[in-house]
């Protein structure tokens, strides 16, 4: 349920905002925050850590001029690794890679928007975990 209640939030502030806030790599990422909210790819440092370190190489890519399907590829391999690397890691930021590079949305919209979602997951999981007595997030960072 928390799930649903989740990527409802999503599409509620997509409607008010008139974007489209459910994506997804976000759908991905509500499953996992919500379905084993004690994983550590769960927790916010991978959540927001993953999905903002995919943005900040798949725009720093795309201002280099590289586009198409082979630069998604590279992009979405210097993400993972760096997630790895800053243990970040995150599965679905690796979606967040490869639809940035297939669809080129402009950074200053995109990225706010992105992260706006991920703290409403966050959000949604934190209050759902403190209703049913359980921890969330066992760690911030």
Known sequence: ????????VLVAVGVLLHQTVLVPPLAATAAIVTATPASPLAQ?????????LSCLVCF???AFGWRGPWAAAVACGIACGLVLVLKAAHPPAMATAVMIMLTH???????PL?????VLL???QTVS???QREVYPQTWW
Do not use: E, N, Q
């Open 1 to 8: 349920m928390t799930t649903s209640v989740g990527l409802t």
């Open 44 to 52: 916010p440092r991978h959540v927001l850590g993953g999905h903002m």
């Open 60 to 62: 720093t890519v795309l």
């Open 105 to 111: 949305p402009p950074a200053h919209r995109f990225v």
């Open 114 to 118: 992105l992260a706006a979602g991920l």
């Open 122 to 124: 966050i959000v949604v």
């Open 129 to 131: 975990s403190r209703l």
